[in-house]
């Protein structure tokens, strides 16, 4: 399957599973857990900056458009989009597996811990732009505490498990142009 059919794919299941499946779980209204962004954090190590921050609004609009929010998912996506390349340049080394892979993944980035810091650092961003957003509305801060890092290690642990259970086929690229 080539990579923008799959990547097509990918975008329509995880807004679907989010809207119809995740959206109706709520514990306690303090954890919704979170996964659609999750599509942003697989894309290819080599998009542009452009592109990814494109796709980011469109995936973010398309949550907003189920969800009825005002730009709230929209803004948070946009705000990981943008903040992915400088942590995978951060978490990667240089001559690293953005040029032996093609997407971040537990095999990519060498193991679980630093896979876990990259989808743990940009699931907090997101979770923390989208309830600040919606917290301003509200104005509690212990509701947003507390629901932000609730719903941070919910879908942490779904991304996680998502992560283990599709395991996506990567080769090692040895001869790299």
């Known amino acids: 399957m080539g990579t923008l059919l799959r990547n097509i794919l990918r975008f329509s299941i995880f807004i ?5 499946v995740l959206d109706n779980i709520h514990l306690h209204q303090m954890v919704t857990p979170y996964i659609y962004f999750l599509f942003l954090l697989w894309l290819p190590f080599r998009i542009g900056r452009t592109w990814l921050m494109i796709i980011a609004f469109a995936l973010g609009f398309s949550m907003d458009s189920f969800r009825h929010h005002p730009g709230f998912h929209t803004a948070a996506c946009v ?3 943008y903040l992915r ?4 340049n951060l978490l990667i080394p240089q001559e690293g597996a953005d040029t032996n ?3 971040p993944s537990m095999k990519s980035m060498g193991g679980i811990l630093p896979y876990l810091i990259y989808s743990g650092v940009l699931t907090l961003i997101h979770h923390t732009w989208l309830f600040v957003l919606e917290a301003l509305q509200f104005g509690n801060v212990w509701y947003f505490l507390v629901k932000t890092i609730l719903s941070t290690v919910v879908s942490l642990m779904l991304i996680i498990i ?3 259970l599709f395991a996506r086929q990567q080769k090692f690229r040895t001869n790299t142009v």
Do not use: D, K
Request: charged residues 15%; glycine residues 0%; hydrophobic residues 60%.
């Open 101 to 103: 892979y093609e997407e």
């Open 162 to 164: 998502t992560e283990l």
């Open 79 to 81: 705000l990981i989009a």
């Open 16 to 20: 679907l599973v989010q809207v119809f």
């Open 85 to 88: 390349p400088f942590l995978i």
